[in-house]
């Protein structure tokens, strides 16, 4: 490789519903595109079929969105980082076959990434300073919510997760019930800025460890509003912001209980979160509260490397790299991956 320590290195991300691609030297982000997928808002969910031709028709204008701005050629990349898994199998497929043939023509190494992880070391990008280690993680996204103990960015063990809906899904599926748009989350961040959290009472279950469930309040959500419009077939349209506000409240007490506790736990006092909901302004402010409350020094990302951004792909590729690790052609997308280390090995020779 040319930058011994600051490659020049291609991101692509394609999970999801976000086409994404980005151009970074070491921490320095030289360009982040990301394209939405509107489409999937009319049916209040991902398509996985309409996700995956739009990213057919996307990545390669994406891709050379991403190297114009960044003002270099194809031919200047050392390397190209791609999204390995988790995520939706087609959506994958489309990235991983862009990126690994992108690379074998121009002769560079291709470098698969788990996209858990890279939501996690987003971290590492300038603007922020990135977290001492080791940090523990609290990765909040629509498919995932766990607890990651970060001892370096090649060794991170999950100290806990949700048993069944992600903290994401929570907010989208809470938003559906009041007929807010896909996906939710946004949404139901904005209307609770001006509601009341405490006109509703939602309990907050506790799972054992530093383990979550979502699904419960899903149905409580539902359960209560049911009986709400039996009394006053008005009562959704006339109390979002408070509903808004209240489920807020719920989720973000939920998600901060394990937090906590494994801050007091472990003594490590280094915090940050990552994912979609690290978006939420009310998670960012309990952050914020317990960085002057309790001492922890928190991490919380810029906006746009909370949610999918082949930014935070790019970052992966960068620190594998360094450790001289690299993928090969045979890689092949997987929905599910569990470990969070890395997906590339040991440079032959
Ligand atoms: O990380 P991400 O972009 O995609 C996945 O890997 O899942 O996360 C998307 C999730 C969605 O559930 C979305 O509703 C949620 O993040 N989200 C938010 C906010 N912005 C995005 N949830 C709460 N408040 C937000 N401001
Ligand atoms: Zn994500």
């Given at each position: 490789m040319?930058?011994?320590s600051h490659?020049?290195?291609?991101g692509?991300e394609?999970s999801?519903?976000?086409?994404s691609a980005?151009?970074?030297r070491?921490?320095q982000?030289?360009?982040?595109?990301v394209a939405n997928?509107?489409l999937h808002a009319?049916?209040?969910?991902v398509?996985?079929?309409w996700?995956?031709r739009a990213?057919l028709?996307?990545i390669?204008?994406?891709?050379q969105a991403?190297?114009?701005k960044?003002g270099?050629t194809?031919?200047?990349?050392?390397?190209?980082?791609?999204?390995?898994?988790?995520?939706?199998q087609?959506?994958?497929?489309v990235?991983?076959s862009?990126?690994?043939a992108?690379a074998w023509?121009l002769?560079?190494?291709?470098?698969p990434v788990?996209?858990m992880?890279?939501h996690?070391l987003?971290h590492?990008?300038?603007p922020?300073?990135?977290?001492?280690?080791?940090f523990?993680?609290?990765?909040?996204?629509?498919g995932?919510?766990q607890?990651v103990?970060?001892r370096r960015?090649?060794?991170m063990?999950?100290?806990?997760?949700?048993l069944?809906?992600?903290?994401?899904e929570?907010f989208d599926?809470v938003?559906?019930?009041?007929?807010l748009p896909?996906?939710?989350?946004?949404?139901?961040?904005?209307?609770?800025?001006?509601g009341?959290p405490?006109?509703f009472?939602f309990?907050?279950p506790r799972?054992d460890g530093y383990n979550?469930?979502?699904?419960g309040?899903?149905t409580q959500?539902l359960?209560?509003?049911?009986q709400?419009?039996?009394?006053?077939?008005n009562?959704v349209?006339?109390?979002?912001v408070?509903?808004?506000?209240?489920v807020q409240?719920a989720?973000l007490?939920?998600?901060?209980?394990?937090l906590?506790?494994?801050?007091e736990?472990t003594?490590?006092t280094?915090v940050a979160i990552?994912?979609?909901?690290?978006?939420?302004s009310g998670?960012?402010?309990?952050?914020?509260?317990?960085?002057?409350?309790?001492g922890?020094?928190?991490?919380i990302?810029?906006m746009?490397y909370?949610t999918?951004?082949?930014?935070m792909?790019?970052?992966v590729?960068w620190?594998?790299?360094l450790?001289?690790?690299?993928?090969?052609?045979?890689?092949?997308p997987?929905?599910?991956l569990?470990?969070?280390t890395s997906?590339?090995?040991p440079k032959?020779?």
């Open positions: 040319e930058h011994a490659p020049l290195i291609l692509i394609s999801c519903d976000d086409t980005a151009v970074i070491g921490p982000v030289l360009s982040n595109v997928q509107a009319e049916v209040g969910g398509v996985p079929e996700a995956s990213h028709r996307k390669q204008p994406v891709v991403a190297l114009d960044a270099v194809a031919s200047d990349l050392d390397a190209i980082a791609y999204t390995l898994g988790p995520g939706l087609g959506s994958l497929h990235g991983t862009f990126a690994k992108m023509g002769d560079i190494p291709s470098i788990h996209h992880r890279a996690i987003a590492v990008l300038e922020g300073l990135p977290p001492a280690y080791p523990l993680c609290l990765t909040v996204s629509g995932h919510t607890l103990k970060v960015p090649n060794d063990e999950v100290l806990g997760q949700t069944d809906d992600a903290a994401g929570a599926k938003a559906k019930l009041i007929g896909y996906p939710g989350g946004p949404v139901v961040d904005k209307l609770a800025a001006q009341d405490k006109a009472s309990s907050r799972m979550w469930s979502f699904s309040l899903k959500v359960n209560f509003l049911k709400a419009q039996d009394k006053d077939a009562f349209q006339d109390n979002q408070d509903i808004c506000a209240s409240a989720i007490d939920m998600l901060m209980a394990p906590i506790q494994a801050v736990d003594g490590i280094e990552a994912g979609g909901v690290s978006a939420n998670l960012r402010a309990r952050l914020a509260e317990a960085n002057a409350e309790h922890w020094t928190v991490h990302p810029p746009a909370c999918d951004n082949a930014a792909i790019a970052a590729g620190l594998d790299a450790d001289a690790l690299e993928g090969t052609l045979e890689a092949s997987s929905p599910r569990p470990a969070l997906l590339a090995q032959e020779g």
